[in-house]
């Protein structure tokens, strides 16, 4: 199984930057990873919120494939302990060939996305920028790998 982390704008902090690729580099070992970056959109200002969203969400599709299981990080979805968050990971490693997770712009989510997702996971009922949400997600996601192999990087 691929896992995918979509998000949109680049990310600008360096410090985050280089957590981020050395999460992404060790998530490599134990399954294909990818950040895929959607570019900013330009000129924003003279766009509402919702059509925001939508530019946005339009981009996101395209960069889906048909059979994609989507995932979005959303403050109103299901929240889960890091062991629990790996065993429902080992199961989608079994049913799926693209898991994809996604970081919307700074409004959100357009319905389309919304439509499109098989599941919203929140990361914490607390609010994270979207720079940091990238590196705490690729930590968590590293963090399942390793438990799925039963290796000590993860104390109960």
């Known amino acids: 199984m691929k896992s995918i982390l979509i998000v949109v704008g680049k990310t600008t ?36 919120e919702s059509q925001q969203k939508e530019r946005e969400g ?14 979005l990080l959303d403050e109103h979805g299901e929240e889960w ?24 712009g700074p409004y959100g989510f357009s319905s389309a996305i919304y439509n499109r997702a098989q599941e919203k996971l929140s990361l914490s009922k607390m609010t994270f920028s979207h720079q940091m949400i990238r590196l705490i997600f690729t930590e968590q996601l590293y963090r399942a790998c390793t438990i799925i192999k039963g290796e000590p990087y993860h104390h109960e």
Do not use: C
Not at 13 to 42: C, Q, T, W
Not at 58 to 71: G, H, N, R
């Open 13 to 48: 902090d360096k410090h985050f930057i280089a957590g981020i690729a050395d999460y992404s580099s060790r998530i490599n070992h134990y399954m294909p990873f990818e950040l895929l970056v959607i570019p900013e959109l330009k000129n924003t200002k003279s766009l509402s």
């Open 58 to 71: 339009e981009l996101i599709l395209k960069s889906l494939q048909p059979a994609d299981t989507v995932v």
């Open 81 to 104: 302990r890091s062991t629990a968050f790996a065993s429902w990971l080992q199961k989608k490693q079994q049913l799926t060939r693209r898991l994809v997770f996604v970081v919307g």
